[in-house]
């Protein structure tokens, strides 16, 4: 898992919580169940099952792989549209293409990150390019779905492209953690992802044996998701491995421990380390699309398929057909 890695973490500024914080309790473990996305590649659904009040301002997040592809199997998805929130994409190993309709878009790899603000509507397409699948190879990364506000749900489609060396790095205080700072302050040390909703984004690889104690804002929520490896959360040392989320709550420190013994295939604990200021407000979603109300939801797929959220020329838009017929409301 490469991602991002320093040959001397010592160099780096040390981050350590407060010897006088309170460490959060661990809410809840859930276990992602596995399924397939877009053209057929296979996912994690991180959030399922879990009540959106807990994951506010998050909606969705999807692990993609790890996978490792024959020649000809490498899959994305086809051009499909959104509106209401941001998705953020990060790859660790492999490549990915992305292009959409208001002129966004490259080939981000090893440690980039894609962040599309979707806001008012946008259609995009995300695929692997045409030498990964002729020769195959690994692919790892995630894509998270950030909601905005009701007041920015209209805003104009943008977006960010994050390079890999662009990530602010860290080390946690005895040196057996690298962190990497995608989105938001950590300690204040800030990350280079501009986000509409405040939150803050880290991947953070903790060496086995060793613990990682974070400074973390009591104001947003916690989570965590296992990329790799296995270990424990919070003071009561939960068990926690690859493919599964904890909710924290209270506090202002998370606690996260690599156990002693790793697989030799993951030999490092690699975790996603997520957190937000709540949004509080209803929710309605359906398929791509993220509003307050449900009238709000049907008013998108209809200027979708009016054409109001802009063409595709010479291309057939997959991926959204005729009317929903249920919307998800919180």
Same mark, same amino acid.
């Given at each position: ?5 320093? $040959? ?15 460490? #959060? ?20 659904? +991180? ?11 998050? &909606? ?7 996978? $490792? ?51 008012? @509507? &946008? ?13 195959? @190879? ?51 040390? #800030?990350?280079?992802? +501009?986000?509409?909703?405040? &939150?803050?984004?880290?991947? +953070? ?5 060793? $613990? ?67 949004? #509080? ?28 959220? @802009? ?20």
């Amino acid at each position: 898992m490469p991602a991002v890695t320093v $040959e001397d973490i010592t160099v780096l500024p040390r981050i350590a919580a407060s010897p006088t914080s309170r460490t #959060r309790r661990v809410k809840s473990i859930t276990t992602a169940p596995q399924g397939f996305e877009g053209e057929g590649f296979p996912v994690r659904r +991180a959030f399922a099952g879990v009540d959106l009040a807990d994951l506010d301002p998050f &909606i969705h997040l999807d692990q993609m792989g790890e996978v $490792e592809y024959a020649p000809g199997e490498p899959k994305g998805t086809p051009w499909h549209p959104h509106r209401g929130f941001e998705t953020v994409t990060y790859i660790i190993d492999g490549i990915f293409d992305h292009k959409d309709n208001h002129g966004g878009g490259g080939t981000i790899t090893n440690g980039d990150t894609q962040w599309m603000t979707a806001g008012s @509507g &946008i259609l995009h397409i995300e695929t692997p390019p045409e030498s990964l699948v002729m020769s195959g @190879g690994l692919f790892h990364g995630f894509q998270l779905w950030v909601n905005l506000p009701a007041a920015k749900k209209w805003s104009t489609p943008a977006y960010q492209d994050i390079r890999a060396n662009q990530v602010a790095l860290l080390s946690s205080a005895d040196g057996g953690a690298l962190i990497r700072v995608i989105a938001g302050d950590l300690a204040g040390h #800030r990350g280079p992802g +501009a986000t509409q909703t405040p &939150i803050t984004m880290v991947h +953070a690889t903790i060496a086995a044996g060793a $613990e990682l104690r974070l400074p973390w804002r009591n104001d947003f929520n916690a989570l965590t998701y296992v990329l790799s490896g296995k270990g424990s959360v919070g003071e009561s040392r939960q068990p926690i491995k690859m493919g599964q989320l904890a909710t924290f709550v209270d506090g202002d420190t998370l606690v996260m421990r690599a156990d002693a013994s790793q697989e030799s295939r993951s030999p490092t604990f690699d975790v996603l380390i997520l957190g937000g200021e709540p949004i #509080r407000e209803t929710v309605a979603w359906m398929g791509p699309f993220v509003m307050n109300t449900k009238a709000e939801v049907m008013q998108a797929f209809e200027d979708f398929q009016r054409g109001k959220l @802009g063409t595709i020329p010479m291309e057939k838009i997959d991926g959204v057909h005729g009317t929903p017929t249920e919307v998800v409301e919180n």
